[in-house]
């Protein structure tokens, strides 16, 4: 944790940036959820048959994982798609029960005889619930919201998944690159926030006037929510927009393509380090990406649901062709197949004399692996690679997320994982690589892929990919990838050095 403070002090701006775009994901959930949710739940202490049934419909909202829901809203039309919108929508889903359920439980607690009292005054029933029932309540109800609140800055964090920002993308981007001051400039401001949420909305709930006290909190976080949106407005404009997925390598290769982009007069908005394969490509063909990098093997097996191939040129004309009927173009390759790995530590691979993945036969009922979940379900995954070696491990595989596959190796907790030949780690840590010498993983040359439509909206845009064609090789993403998990260096920097040495001929160094 040596240099956490002057870490952060250099990145304050960005922290900043991204500080700003997890309070406006949390206000606009925290005053979309109450708006739904508080006349709802009034609605319902009119109808008892209607409550039950509503209330655990929210309910079983709430059981349903984060990154589930956001998977499920991502097709939809309207509220889907990737961003603040789709988070925003999934926030308030969660955020809606303690509203809703402490909206009628507050209601549904006022003592009957004040209400009969009430009523012996003459008072209609919106009388009564305005000036007798929701003052009474009003604790229980501002103890729903700050539930919900809460809730809502922790979930956020997830919310960098599919590209909405927040505090939650240098957690990602952290856990991708082994990096734990990045993990913590995401986490510890996110930590904050809650506190100051949750004292916030205590005071008000203590207050003497909590009514007055939460008319004017309301009035003011609608206030930050429109000029946060306003802003933002002012802001947009037509812009490429770049994707990545979720690990090093494709941030990198993002952040290559999108300064590549701004160096050519274009205005490119970044979503980067977003989710899978599948993610990637919905976002592509729906529009709310306009290019983002690909590999050859990955895209014909599990986009196209064709088999493997092992001959590149004919994997890549099968590729472009099933994309052509997907409205989408596949640019020249960057120069790098980034195959899939098998990786051990090397005394422990020296030790048992495994070189070969046929060589972990006679002791793969003994060792543990660990890979990412998506390994398990493709088509080029577990399932074919040990039908091609004939073997099967003997512990279940340990599924984590890619940033932590390394780290689980490197520390005991697994003695096998799957990673990718240009890893940067691997060399960092000294991995040994076991030879795939059956030959079972088709190439997974890196390839730009952009809508077609896209190349036609933005001049420039095929040209400046055309640059990029054969000038990344294996060795250079080796170079490029270890300057971000080994030496912790910005992706962003470490793209812009390397697009300075293509420009300049140079190799790009691995030091600033």
Known sequence: MTGFVPFVLERRSELLTLTGQHLVLVLAATVLATAIGLPLGLALTRSKRAARPLLALAGLAQTVPSLALFGFLIPLPFVGGIGARTAIVALVIYALLPILRNTYTGIRQVDPVVREAAIGLGMTDAQILLRVELPLALPVILAGVRVAA????????????????????????????????????????????????????????????????????????AACLILAVAAQSRRAGPSVVVGSKNFTEQVVLGEIVAALLESRGLAVERRLNMGGT????????????????????????EILKQPAKGD????????????????????????????????MRRPDAQRLGIARISDLAPRARELRVGLFGEFLERADGMRGLTAAYGFTFGPSPREMDLGLLYRALASGQVDVAVGSATD??????????????????????????VRTSSLAAYSGLAE??????????????????????????????????????LASGKPASSRP
């Open 150 to 221: 809460v809730t809502s800055v922790g979930t956020a964090t997830i919310a960098a998944a599919i590209g909405a920002g927040g505090l939650g993308t240098y957690v990602f981007r952290g856990i991708a690159t082994v990096d734990s001051r990045l993990i913590l400039a995401g986490a510890l401001p996110s930590a904050l926030l809650a506190f100051l949420v949750d004292g916030l909305l205590a005071r008000i709930e203590r207050s003497s006037r909590p009514l007055r006290a939460a008319g004017k909190l309301a009035l003011g976080m």
């Open 278 to 301: 599948a993610l990637c490509h919905d976002a592509l063909r729906a529009g709310q990406l306009d290019v983002y990098v690909e590999y050859t093997g990955t895209a014909l097996t």
């Open 312 to 343: 590149p040129a004919a994997v890549l004309s099968d590729v472009r062709t099933g994309y052509e009927g997907l409205g989408l173009t596949v640019a020249e390759p960057l120069g790098f197949n980034n195959s899939f790995a098998l990786v």
């Open 424 to 449: 940067g780690l691997i060399a960092a840590l000294d991995f040994a690589v076991l030879e795939d010498d059956r030959h079972y993983f088709p190439p997974y040359d890196a390839v730009p892929i």
């Open 464 to 501: 400046a990919l055309g640059a990029l064609a054969g000038k990344i090789d294996a060795p250079t993403m080796r170079r490029l990838n270890q300057a971000v998990d080994g030496e912790h260096r910005e992706p962003r920097e470490v793209a812009k050095d390397f697009l300075r040495s």
